[in-house]
T-cell receptor, first 113, second 112 residues
Framework: ETGVTQSPTHLIKTRGQQVTLRCSSQ?????VSWYQQALGQGPQFIFQ???????GRGNFPPRFSGLQFPNYSSELNVNALELDDSALYLC????????????FGQGTRLTVV | QKEVEQNSGPLSVPEGAIASLNCTYS??????FFWYRQYSGKSPELIMS????GDKEDGRFTAQLNKASQYVSLLIRDSQPSDSATYLC????????????FGKGTMLLVSP
């Protein structure tokens, strides 16, 4: 167990809908990163949050947005869902600084129909 | 564009053998290197991190890094059927807000 928790674990949404995924970071960690993992692929970086601000973004459109709260927990929001958004969404928790390790939550499996 | 390459496998080894997993990366500025294990339907689990050239051992696992060749590997000694999983290589810039670039993973199958 990593101490990183995500909710919900599974979700089915209809194309065009909006979804919010949640992540609680590991104790002592102040940085949260979100990744999307499509079937058969490695995780792809979406964005990272530190001190409640977006701190780096991957190649994802603006309909992917997020938040970080004072307790370092985080949300990932996706608007106007598309079929290709179906994937495992992973939250990674880490500390700030050099040589830090990132630990993943159990993930949220999103299916868009 | 940063790239991390892994052989997709599957790599099949008999129980008790040494499994060797390899990874190359394109960005010479990369400074942190990780191996994650991912069982089917589960999230990635960190098993090794390495930051300097050479070998790092942890139990049955040894990570090897060669920055000049932009190559990192993972050796699993005395492979067990429970080691059957996909192994993801991840590379970070270690800039204080390092994000990870992952390979597609190598599937390892250990037969009893």
């Amino acid at each position: 167990e990593t101490g990183v928790t995500q909710s919900p674990t599974h979700l089915i949404k209809t194309r065009g809908q909006q979804v919010t995924l949640r992540c609680s970071s590991q104790s002592g960690h102040n940085t949260v990163s979100w990744y999307q993992q499509a079937l058969g692929q490695g995780p792809q970086f979406i964005f990272q949050y530190y001190r409640e601000e977006e701190n780096g973004r991957g190649n994802f459109p603006p309909r992917f947005s997020g938040l970080q709260f004072p307790n370092y927990s985080s949300e990932l929001n996706v608007n106007a869902l598309e079929l290709d958004d179906s994937a495992l969404y992973l939250c990674a928790s880490s500390a700030r600084g050099l040589n830090t390790e990132a630990f993943f939550g159990q993930g949220t499996r999103l299916t868009v129909v | 564009q940063k790239e991390v390459e892994q052989n997709s496998g599957p790599l099949s080894v008999p129980e008790g053998a040494i499994a060797s997993l390899n990874c190359t990366y394109s960005d010479r500025g990369s400074q942190s290197f990780f191996w994650y294990r991912q069982y089917s339907g589960k999230s990635p689990e960190l098993i090794m991190s390495i930051y300097s050239n050479g070998d790092k051992e942890d139990g049955r696992f040894t990570a090897q890094l060669n920055k000049a060749s932009q190559y990192v590997s993972l050796l699993i000694r005395d492979s067990q059927p429970s080691d059957s999983a996909t192994y993801l290589c991840a590379v970070g810039m270690n800039s204080g807000y390092s994000t990870l670039t992952f390979g597609k993973g190598t599937m390892l199958l250990v037969s009893p």
